[in-house]
């Protein structure tokens, strides 16, 4: 009898730390009353892997390999990095050699799908500048790759009623890369007057924030908490339909499971949006700390396609 109480006050306390542990933390800068809560999704695919701030042999810049071939594009490693786009330097001026380096498995770094991954890098005082931007003077930080048309015929970046599928993955250290109040961002789709849509690192996850053309924040809120996220290559899946009126919408799957879908304009008034990838720091001065921390990404798998049997069949 005394065995049998003790196992109904055990399956008690079982289901009430299930159910608190069910309820989704929000971290947002402002209220959203339009977040639904959000499912957790757990990695289980893959082992945890041990991210090392210090490069290890064998690595290609990426500024070294944009210098003599102009883009990173499906041609670079026979579409082992990225497929269905191409990209450069995001603001080039200041772009350190060890801010972005082609690397291989076959020299010990981590893969998500074949032989080659991107590993990005930040250090402290890490900023960029290009005409008319300089992250020096900003409070900001990056090392990012952007989305680019060399053939200059308007083909390769997002207009008015495209629709496009996006997938990347994402490999995270096992600690967030935020520091204090600043921001850390992994990727953005931006246009010619507004960055509309962030994936963001946060202190409890990674997520999303979706801003208007003044870069207020009409939604945001963590997708994966860390407990699954850090330290394990996690999926990123994008299904996008780019308008200026209420049609426009973006769905986000994590790990093969939709997340979130935000929904109406995500390019009001521009007349092209593009992807931004890698480490971009806001903020800096409030990070909370004498310097910032060296911070250390990867990602894989880069792809976009007009249907979602274009990314799968080239993420197989």
Known sequence: MKYLTYVFIAGLMLLVVGCSASTEDVEATVEVSVVKEV???????TPKIV????ELDGGVSCTEFIRVNKVISTDAYEGDLVSGWEFGLKHS???????????????????RDGKYSLR?????????SNEGWNDCETDRSRHELTQVDTQRKGQDFQYEGDEYWYKWSVLMPDKPIKQGE???????????NAARFYMEDFSKGIGYRFNDVDYNILEQNVLIKNEHVRSVWTDIEIHALWASTDD?????????ELTRTVKGPNMEGANRVWFDFGIYNAFLS???CKKMPTQV????????????????????
């Open 39 to 45: 499912a957790e999704i757990v990695n289980t695919a």
């Open 182 to 192: 600043s921001i850390s961002f992994i990727g953005q789709f931006h246009s010619d």
């Open 248 to 256: 426009g919408f973006i769905k986000i799957y994590v790990n093969e």
């Open 93 to 111: 001026n200041g772009f350190m050699s060890h801010g972005c380096q082609i690397v291989s498995s076959d020299d010990g770094y981590p893969t």
């Open 120 to 128: 990005f890098e930040v250090r402290d005082g890490d900023c960029n």
């Open 51 to 54: 991210i090392k701030e210090v």
């Open 297 to 316: 990404v990867y990602f894989d798998e880069i792809r976009r396609g007009e249907s979602r049997m274009d990314i799968q069949r080239l993420f197989d």
């Open 286 to 288: 409030r990070c909370d």
